[in-house]
């Protein structure tokens, strides 16, 4: 059973930086594509970033492009979303997610986390 868990959320300034983290346990990480999701009160979930298993290729969502930088650390099954230039609007949960490929995990992970909430005050 993979299991994924999200932490470095909180409450921030707009402007200010936040880096999530999310260490996933139970099998091995380097088989798995990653994700960030994340969800605003009254919104529907939304992916902001994905990453290929070997860290080789990623994808952002055009609202996050040029702020927000995934990456991964296989040797520490863990996988990171920086995040730069907060914004109000990036007020959400943010949840951690995987899949056998970055195809599935941009369109339906296999797995997911508890999710962080990260709250942007203007």
């Known amino acids: 059973q993979v299991q994924l868990v999200e932490s470095g959320g909180g409450l921030v300034q707009a402007g200010d930086s936040v880096r999530l983290s999310c260490a996933i346990s139970?099998?091995?990480?380097?088989?798995?594509?990653m994700g960030w999701f994340r969800q605003a009160p009254g919104k529907e979930r939304e992916l902001v970033a994905a990453?290929?298993?070997?860290?080789?290729?990623?994808r952002y969502a055009d609202s996050v492009k040029g702020r927000f930088t995934i990456s991964r650390d296989n040797a520490k099954n863990t996988m990171y979303l920086q995040m730069n230039s907060l914004k109000p609007e990036d007020t959400a949960v943010y949840y951690c997610?995987?899949?056998?490929?970055?195809?599935?995990?941009?369109?339906?992970?296999?797995?997911w986390g508890q999710g962080t909430r990260v709250t942007v005050s203007s």
């Open positions: 997610a995987a899949g056998l490929s970055i195809t599935q995990v941009t369109t339906g992970p296999g797995y």
């Open positions: 139970g099998h091995t990480f380097n088989r798995y594509a």
């Open positions: 990453i290929t298993w070997s860290g080789d290729s990623t």
